[in-house]
């Protein structure tokens, strides 16, 4: 009885696809205002609401998941993580300024979609954020943005479609692998450059090179 109680308890107490996607947006915004914020620090804080796994999995697509060695499977995945991560938290750094009104939360089954509009300066626009649960106690994850009706699952699931086509899996890899390396060398200079910036901010000289 006290186990049942219990359990219901923590059920209930369990956040909701809205809150999950007000207290992600806060962090995020809290993060990308903080000084010396890098895409790497953004990256870690949205990991935690963001199922980046999930999202390349779906734009995959479940028919070409199947035929993958558990080899496979995990490079993609962890090659996929290390793109998207960096990806969207790249995006978080330029809309850290951004005022985000919450709409309505629609809930069936194990899937969720959680209405929002974002306004940027004098632009609004809406994203949705598609959420999912592995098991009905999971707690609620997001795996989708669709932002102004595009939905990223659908974007990346069209790139690849047409790379299988042309490369097979091996050749899609590769690709990923080298946008990948791409976006983090840009990533990793732009934190190099910032954190140049703050501290020749913070002696009073400059952040170039001494001569």
Known sequence: MIASLLAATLLA???????VVKSGNAD???????PGATVESLASVVEKFVDFQELAKRALGDKT???LTPAQRKDFSETMTGLLRASYAQKAIGQAQAEVKYGKE???????????TLTLKKDQIPVDYRLYKS?????????????????LVDTYKGQFQKL???KGFDGLLS??????????????AQSAKGAS?????ATGGSAGPTK
Do not use: H, M
Not at 180 to 186: N, T
């Open 135 to 151: 098991t009905a106690k999971s707690d609620w994850r997001i795996y989708d943005v669709v932002t102004d009706e595009v939905s």
């Open 65 to 67: 998941w199947a035929t």
């Open 28 to 34: 995020v915004q809290k993060a990308a205002n903080a």
């Open 106 to 116: 629609s809930v069936e089954g194990t899937e969720a979609t959680v209405d929002t």
């Open 164 to 166: 299988l086509s042309t």
């Open 197 to 201: 910036g703050a501290a020749g901010s």
């Open 13 to 19: 107490a369990a956040p909701g696809p809205l809150s």
């Open 175 to 188: 690709t990923l692998k080298t946008k990948r390396a791409q976006l983090e060398k840009e990533n990793a």
